[in-house]
Every structure is written in C-alpha cells, then in structure tokens.
C-alpha cells in the first residue's frame, strides 16, 4: 500500500503538528486573556520607524512621571484618549489635532484631567484628538503629522501645535534621524502582524521585551549624550535641564548651540506649515512659559519673539500664554500650576490652559 504524503514526510509532520499545537494553545491562551478583560502586557511609549517614538495603540494601563503613578489609555491610532476608541480615516464633524511634547501629552496626568481631555468633554460638537507625545520637537511634529496625513490618511481641519522652551535642544537629538515608512511592508506580512497582536500571548509578550529594551536603550543614549559636544562649550551651565532653561537670556549659550537649535525648529515648522497649507489645514502655534521663565518675567524673550515673527510671516494664529502665566505672577501663586518639584502642569495648569481657549473662543 502506497505510503500518504504524511507517511512520506515524518519529521515535516511532526514539526508541522507541534506548531499546530502550539499555536492553537498559544491563540487559546491569548483570548482567554482577552476574554477575562486581562489586557495583555506591552509597554506604553514604542520606538516607531517613520516619527522616532510615540504611544502604543489601543494601551490600558498605567505609567509613571517621577514617583507618580497615573491611568494610561489610548485610542486607535496611538494618541492619547479614550482607550480603544477607533478613530476613522473619514471624520463626521469637524476634527481638532493637538500636536507637541510632554506638556500637550499631559505627562502625570489622566487623560480627562488635561487641557486636550476638558477641551473634548467641553465641545462635543467637534472631534479632538491629542497627538502629543513626550520628548517631542518641530522635526517630530512634522514626521508624525506627515504619518498621520499620508499614510494614515486622517482627514483634518485643524491642527494646533504647542512649541516648547526643550525643543531647540531636542532638535539636535533628532537631527540625523530618517523615518522609514512601514506601510511599504507587504499586505500579507502586515496582516499576519495584526493577527498576531490580536490574538498570540507570546508575540505580544516577546513584542512588550522587545519594545521596553529599544525604549531604554534610546533613554541610555540620550541620557549618555545629549549633544554633549555642545553642551560641553557651556562651562557655566553643563547639565542639560540647565541648558534648556537658560538659552534664551545666557548670550554664550545662545551663540554656541541655541540659535542653531532655534534655526532647526523654525525650519521644520515651516515644513510642518507647508504641509498643513497643502492639505488645506488651519494651522496654529501655541507656546507658553517654564516656571523658570515666569520667574524672570521672560515675557518677550527670544523665545517669544521668534515665535511671533515666525506666524506673523505666515499669517497664522499665535496662542501665546506667556502673558497669562507671568502677569498674574505677583496676584497669584505660580507654583499652584505645576506639579510639586517639576515643570510640567497639573491638574490646575491644564485648567489654565484649557481656560484660554474657551475664553478666547480659539476653537
């Protein structure tokens, strides 16, 4: 009797029928998971190939700023949000993106505590979306709303951009940065991907690994150098925090690194801008002070003035908070706005800033 094709090839079958096993055990175990409401572990802030880093999509959970520990949730598309939350390509009214760093993102904070979350609970007749991610700067806002535009294709009205005292720094980090773009992957491969991490325990678990290695091997990194042959010219000021909060009034340090970092960041705002004028999008600049800069009453600092000249140029709208922060300085504690021994805002902070842009009817 002729022998069958399994017959024929024992150890293939036997290799076929344990990954068969496997993966039946392997997709059983990742929805009972799922089914229990158990989301399955991986790490909120991803490395990503086209923008540099961001958050995961459809991430429930929690992170931590400093000894703080605060509720996590994104939507689809990897913003911060309400956690699943699809987000169509087609918008059904009309569609608001905040854009900018570990200020818009809300660091510390939940997301219905932040500007972007009372903003959403204050208008319901618009959609907005908050896109901002920590450790942000213009040449990310660019590559990330280019990703968000071409490749995902978001329809959008309206995109307003917090700039930040950091990004001329962070812009040296990014400089030699090159996105590559994944939506070149082929359809089959990317479906097998989004089989994956619907359903198999153990490539999300190795995915969770992989991701938090890549993430603190990026910190490591920037931690180790953060344009330390600039930096290393400022012999006054050699910790970079210091050297964020002081380019604008040390002259030295404005010479050596800053003016060229500032020159950065208004060259990929204004590709950010070109972009936006293409695709038909109202585009806004919004900055505001460090509680350093309150302090010394920067209110039209070089910071400041060069953001004004810059939307000015274009004849684009400019939200500035300079002015909201710094001369209520002597009426009102400043302090009550940020998180205790940290920059960024609280729960009031946000308040503040939301409270603008109602009041100003900006949206």
């Known amino acids: 009797m002729e022998k069958n094709i399994f017959e024929k090839n024992p150890k293939k079958t036997i290799t076929g029928f344990l990954i068969l096993m496997f993966l039946i055990f392997d997709f059983s175990a990742g929805n009972i998971i799922n089914e229990k409401k158990e989301i399955i572990k991986k790490a909120a802030r991803i490395p990503h190939e086209y923008f540099h880093h961001g958050l995961a999509a459809n991430f429930s959970g929690v992170d931590y700023w400093g000894d703080q520990q605060y509720s996590l949730q994104t939507n689809s598309l990897g913003f911060k949000g309400t956690f699943e939350k699809e987000i169509k390509k087609k918008k059904e009214k009309r569609r608001i993106l905040f854009l900018g760093d570990s200020f818009t993102e809300g660091i510390g904070i939940a997301y219905e505590d932040s500007f972007v979350g009372i903003l959403e609970k204050k208008y319901p007749e ?44 962070d812009e040296f980090r990014y400089r030699d940065f090159l996105p590559t773009n994944q939506e070149k992957r082929s359809t089959t491969i990317r479906k097998i991907k989004q ?12 995915r969770y690994f992989k991701n938090n290695y890549r993430s603190n091997k990026e910190k490591e990194k ?35 690194w800053g003016e060229e970092g500032l020159e950065m960041a208004m060259s990929n705002m204004d590709s950010l801008y070109l972009l936006c004028q293409m ?12 509680p350093v800069q309150i302090k010394r009453n920067e209110i039209d600092s070089k910071q400041v003035l060069a953001w004004k000249n810059f939307t000015q140029a ?25 998180i205790e021994g940290d920059i960024h805002w609280n729960k009031m902070g946000h308040q503040k800033i939301a409270e603008k842009i109602v009041n100003d009817s900006i949206l």
């Open 126 to 169: 618009f959609e907005i979306l908050n896109a901002g991610v920590a450790g942000y700067s213009p040449k990310l806002y660019f590559l990330k709303m280019k990703y968000v535009l071409e490749e995902v294709q978001l329809e959008l009205d309206e995109l307003i951009v917090f700039v930040d005292l950091s990004d001329v720094l």
């Open 195 to 206: 089989l994956l991490e619907s359903n198999s325990l153990v490539y999300n678990r190795l």
């Open 222 to 256: 920037h931690r180790a150098k953060p344009v330390a042959e600039k930096l290393a010219k400022d012999f006054i000021h050699t910790d970079p925090l210091e050297g964020i909060q002081y380019w604008t009034v040390d002259e030295k340090m404005f010479s050596n």
């Open 279 to 290: 695709q038909n999008i109202k585009m806004t600049v919004a900055i505001y002070p460090w």
């Open 314 to 338: 274009r004849n684009i709208r400019l939200i500035n908070y300079f002015p909201d922060f710094i001369l209520e300085a002597n009426a009102v504690d400043q302090q009550q706005f940020f």
